[in-house]
């Protein structure tokens, strides 16, 4: 089993940053990449960005440029910087972990979510 421990989330104005942790334990050995996804009310949980052990990413186009993913595995913690935020971020955002090709051409299977944390963007 893996647990993932995300923190971070908040309230901030358009046009603003929030950086949101994701720190990972247990049998971080059965996983190879890690990813955040995002659900708005009312709408589908949708992958926002997925990175590889070896720092592969994938980035949803809508976010492209404006968020950021990096990770240290000394500590197993994976972060998201979200800068330019914009009303239409607001969303529970999720961390994930699981099972990736190494260059993120195939499917990036999620065997472990964390509890999510709420970010708002609002005026």
């Known amino acids: 089993q893996v647990q993932l421990v995300e923190s971070g989330g908040g309230l901030v104005q358009p046009g603003g940053s929030l950086r949101l942790s994701c720190a990972a334990s247990g049998s971080i050995f059965t996983i190879n990449a890690m990813g955040w996804y995002r659900q708005a009310p009312g709408k589908q949980r949708e992958l926002v960005v997925v990175?590889?052990?070896?720092?592969?990413?994938n980035y949803a186009d809508a976010v492209k440029g404006r968020f950021a993913v990096s990770r240290d595995n000394a500590k197993n913690t994976v972060y998201l910087q979200m800068n330019t935020l914009k009303s239409e971020d607001t969303a529970v955002y999720y961390c994930s972990a699981g099972r990736a090709p190494p260059h993120l051409n195939g499917k990036y299977v999620v065997d472990y979510w964390g509890q999510g944390t709420q970010v708002t963007v609002s005026s």
């Open positions: 990175i590889t052990t070896a720092g592969v990413t």
